[in-house]
């Protein structure tokens, strides 16, 4: 077989293949294998000779499966002749045929294009060392306190302290609905500052089942761009004020919080957790911090397909959040100001800087010659079979393409660690 290359560019590649008798005739007996059991006069099935059974088959039905067969396989062998790696072929051109004798074809391919690595070993990255400040642990208390307050409804003004359940909308200066600017029933406890500043404000004073009318402008750093400086007007319906008895912290309210015996061992179980958490966060941003410095010094040519992919997969892990928020894609949209094509070019640059490092990691995997061993994925499918008791749940896990996934998992996991190992701690 002969193949020639022609790179159209780094990521899209054009491979022509010859092939001759020696190449196409292993495939042509593989093909015929498959009408094996085809009835032949004169003979058991499966015992005729391949010659007496492709003289009793549709040639056309050998043919069309001998193509499907032949360019799959040619093409597979031209892709490892030429150590590409293939991310979507766009087209297939057969130029010439000669029934299993000769065979010529051009496949327009995109890859992924070179990979130039740094010298990883040598970039270093420390691991911060997480504090839990007594502060940490008493922010925790005095969050168990409130969810574990008594509710008084009362029928006074509201107060700083108190929760009000509230219905709430607001309307832009264009007197248009601001898409995600309302709720129905909403817990909202004065002076928690949970809202954008300037509206809790505004609830003081108020009492059951009065209804405010406010203007409140979002302060220009807000995590919404199209809600920036923006003045709104909040219709607020007060449907009932309640007054919190906060328990003391005491070895009472540890009790109720858990299964501790006193104020100490609750402290002391809260200090354990929050430090668990912060080691955990500690590692992911040293991680991430180092696929930064990593993939800054890399150089790649990536195909614009896996951008957009990925692009497309970002989005729908948005429109599913946007889901339980209650919002519509195109409510989304308007809140932030912008357009559809607007919302893929700002996800642009973070799409790009995940496929990167995704391809990175791979390229370091196979450099170290990193592998996922059977007794190691099945120990975390066992782990993971032990967190999902329902049966449908404990199904998806078994698919081949889940198993897939978990095995890519352990490889980025292992991959990391190595890498943090060069890093320094």
């Given amino acids: ?21 020696a190449d196409l005739e292993p495939i042509h007996r593989h093909v015929l294998s498959h009408f094996k059991n085809v009835k032949v006069p004169g003979f058991r099935a499966g015992k005729a000779p391949s010659q007496l059974v492709e003289q009793s088959i549709s040639q056309q039905q ?9 360019l799959n396989e040619l093409y597979r062998r031209a892709v490892d002749m ?11 051109q057969l130029k010439k045929f000669v029934p ?74 264009d007197k248009k609905p601001v898409p995600g600017a309302d709720g129905k029933d909403y817990p909202l406890v004065l002076g928690s500052k949970a809202f954008i500043p300037g509206f809790e404000e505004h609830l003081v004073g108020a009492k059951p089942g009065e209804t405010k009318d406010f203007d409140v402008t979002f302060p220009k750093d807000y995590g919404v761009a199209a809600l920036q400086s923006k003045k709104v007007t909040f219709k607020v319906q007060v449907k009932k004020i309640a007054e919190l008895k906060e328990p003391k912290a005491d070895d009472a309210m540890a009790a109720k919080a858990g299964p501790f015996k006193t104020l100490a061992e609750l402290k002391t179980d809260v200090k354990k957790q929050l430090r668990t958490e912060k080691e955990s966060q500690a590692k992911i941003d040293q991680q991430n911090s180092l696929m930064a410095k990593i993939a800054e010094k890399t150089e790649a040519e990536i195909p614009q397909r896996l951008i957009q992919d990925e692009i497309g997969r970002m989005e729908e892990q948005e429109k599913q959040n946007l889901v339980y928020r209650g919002q519509t894609w195109e409510e989304h949209l308007q ?15 973070e799409a790009l800087q995940r496929v990167k490092i995704g391809l990175i990691l791979s ?3 196979d450099k170290e010659g990193l592998r996922i061993s059977p007794e190691e994925l099945e120990l975390r499918m066992q782990l ?30 292992k991959t990391l660690d190595k890498l943090v190992s060069y890093a320094g701690n």
């Fill in 384 to 413: 993971l079979r032990g967190q999902y008791q329902d049966p449908q749940m404990q199904a998806e896990l078994s698919k081949p393409e889940n198993i897939r996934d978990v095995e890519a998992r352990l490889l980025t996991e």
């Fill in 335 to 349: 809140s932030e100001g912008i357009s559809e094509e607007e919302h893929r070019e700002r996800n642009y640059p």
């Fill in 363 to 365: 390229e370091i995997a």
């Fill in 100 to 173: 299993y004798t000769q065979l010529e074809f051009e496949a327009e391919t995109e890859v992924i294009g070179p990979i130039k690595l740094p010298n990883y070993k040598t970039i270093k990255v420390s691991k911060k060392s997480p504090e839990v400040t007594a502060k940490d642990v008493n922010d925790v208390i005095k969050s168990l306190q409130q969810r574990l307050a008594e509710r008084a409804e009362v029928e006074r003004p509201a107060k700083d302290g108190d929760e009000l359940t509230i219905d709430f909308s607001g309307i832009g200066e």
């Fill in 1 to 21: 077989m002969r193949v020639t290359r022609e790179d159209k560019s780094p990521t899209n590649i054009i491979l022509k293949v010859e092939a001759d008798a």
């Fill in 62 to 70: 050998l043919l069309d499966e001998f193509m499907e067969h032949a």
């Fill in 82 to 92: 030429e150590n590409l790696r293939p991310i979507a072929t766009n087209n297939v």
